[in-house]
């Protein structure tokens, strides 16, 4: 059964440093990942979605990789800004016949001015 | 522009009461999706439906029914099975291109 784990569960960083949100998966046979972001309160916003095929993507600050043998991704995110404060979470897509990701439990984030 | 939307945005049920959380989507998607978030746990699939007229049970599908008339459509009921129905309520539907979800603003239960 595929899990999902994202740790640390919670991250305080000051403004302007580099920081990675680590995501494992015990299964390697997925068709995609996908990282999202979520403020308190609201829905979840898709960030990057990175085929099986592909090792990153990039989009602005953010890059997000993925090594499937390994079952892992990171979600790098360059020059951090209060505004990023919020919880990350990644999903996988099995291969297995059905069309529902598995979540992990998210990552909260907070960045200090 | 294309999106999903969740209403209403907060909801108050009393004990014993069914409730209908509505979701509707114009992206032209056929997988829709209801999951549950409580507090320090992860997203649970309540119900899937990959297609108009059909659908499946998802993890913790006991206490809530659905149903899919339209491609539009999925909208769920938490009925008075359902014990501790308190949570946040999100929708999604799947992408047909590169198959990402996409996450409408979700419904605040709260029971009174």
């Known amino acids: 059964k595929q899990e999902v784990t994202q740790i640390p569960a919670a991250l305080s960083v000051p403004e302007g440093e580099n920081l990675v949100l680590n995501c494992s998966f015990t299964d390697s046979a997925i068709y995609n990942l996908q990282w999202f972001r979520q403020d308190p309160g609201k829905g979840l916003t898709s960030l990057l979605l990175?085929?099986?095929?592909?090792r990153e993507q990039t989009s602005g600050r953010l890059n997000a990789s993925l090594d499937k043998s390994s079952g892992r991704s990171t979600l790098y995110i360059a020059a951090s800004q209060p505004g990023d404060s919020a919880t990350y979470l990644c999903?996988?897509?099995?291969?297995?016949?059905?069309?529902?990701?598995?979540f992990g439990t998210g990552t909260r984030l907070k960045v200090l001015a | 522009d294309g999106g999903i939307t969740q209403s209403p945005k907060y909801l108050f049920r009393k004990e014993g009461q069914n409730v209908t959380l509505s979701c509707e989507q114009n992206?032209?998607?056929?997988?829709m999706y209801w999951y549950r978030q409580d507090p320090g746990q992860g997203l649970r699939l309540i119900y899937y439906s990959q297609i108009v007229n059909d659908f499946q049970k998802g993890d913790i599908a006991e206490g809530y029914s659905v149903s899919r008339e339209k491609k539009e459509s999925f909208p769920l009921t938490v009925t008075s099975a359902q014990k501790n129905p308190t949570a946040f309520y999100l929708c999604?539907?799947?992408?047909?291109?590169?198959?990402?979800?996409?996450f409408g603003s979700g419904t605040r239960l709260t029971v009174v």
């Open positions: 990175i085929q099986s095929s592909q």
């Open positions: 999903a996988v897509r099995p291969v297995s016949g059905t069309y529902k990701y598995i």
């Open positions: 999604a539907t799947l992408g047909t291109v590169n198959y990402g979800y996409t």
């Open positions: 992206l032209n998607h056929d997988a």
